[in-house]
């Protein structure tokens, strides 16, 4: 999980499945030498009565079983799961653990991270990033490369929360009512269920202090990528950032995104990557989205 060289006085970083990490996917198109201080904590995929940890090979058949129909759905990992992880860190030699993860809103994963935390044989500070996805994945980032510099888990964790609040996500859906059948997002009024009902849209939404907020609905998917690449740079409003492009079978659109994001001024890295299976499964295929966040040293 953690090699020694890596992490040996350092502060490693944790963090679970639903962080879209650069580097990490086949899709990405940059790597990032600081994730050798990243472990991942798979969430748990649930469909047809089968169960996997997200990322595995086994979970090739929890994917096979929603492509059949079965619904898609995901459970924290247990707090041994998390232990497994602290503990690795000790191993290697990490003097202490900052746990970065997806909102307590959305999930029981900081639940489990904490019960865990206080049982590591090193100390441990987790950290509700409030956000997920790309924006959680440049979070961590964050964190690792703070890490990187012998900073201490205080101060890696107050950086990274900070940097956390000045990430922007913003992601359209293919399939208008996948949120809704997770309980993420509040159902529309019976008026504007029957006004979907006779023209079909698609939800423009943004995660914001750790909730899933809608911003409008459009026509297309295609008027979704220039409605993102218009948020996107408002959202950067001239200042140096980087952005994260995100899609669940959408690379297509995505690429056309990257282009469309070509011309931010100021424009650092820029990612594209493919969402992993537990974003999947409550974003559904087609998704795509952005973060637009502030560039790193």
């Known amino acids: 999980m953690f090699e020694e060289r ?9 963090t679970d499945s639903t962080a879209s990490l650069p580097g990490v996917s086949a899709a990405a198109e940059l790597a990032e030498p600081c994730l050798s201080l990243v472990a991942i904590v798979p969430l748990r995929l649930l469909a047809g009565g089968l169960v996997a940890d997200d990322g595995t090979a086994e979970a090739a058949a929890v994917e096979d079983a929603a492509a059949r129909g079965a619904r ?15 503990q690795a860190a000790a191993d290697a030699g990490a003097r202490a653990v900052v746990s970065v993860h997806l909102p307590e809103t959305m999930s029981g994963t900081i639940v489990s991270a904490e019960l865990a935390a206080a049982m590591s044989p090193v100390p441990v500070r987790v950290v509700d990033a409030r956000t997920i996805g790309t924006g959680l994945g440049v979070t961590v980032l964050e964190a690792a490369r703070l890490a990187g510099t012998g900073l201490g ?8 929360t900070r940097y956390a609040q000045r990430v922007g996500s913003f992601f359209a859906l293919a399939d208008p009512d996948v949120l809704l059948a997770g309980g993420r997002v509040p159902a529309a009024p019976p008026e504007q269920a029957l006004a979907r009902s006779r023209l079909v849209s698609r939800p423009i939404l943004r995660v914001r202090c750790g909730r899933i907020e809608q911003v409008e609905r ?22 140096a950032v980087d952005v994260a492009i995100e899609h669940t079978a959408a690379a297509g ?45």
């Open 6 to 14: 890596s992490v040996r006085g350092l502060v490693a970083v944790v």
């Open 72 to 86: 898609l759905t995901t459970a924290r990992p247990p707090p041994g799961r998390f232990a497994a992880a602290y």
């Open 153 to 160: 888990h205080d101060e890696i964790a107050a950086g990274a």
């Open 218 to 239: 459009v026509r297309t998917m295609a008027a979704a990528v220039d409605r993102l690449a218009e948020l996107a740079a408002g959202y950067a409003n001239g200042e």
């Open 253 to 297: 659109r995505a690429a056309d995104l990257g282009d469309r994001l070509a011309g931010i001024p100021r424009l650092g890295r820029r990612y594209l990557i493919a969402s992993g299976t537990a974003i999947l499964a409550h974003a559904g295929r087609g998704m795509l989205g952005v973060t637009v966040a502030p560039a790193r040293g």
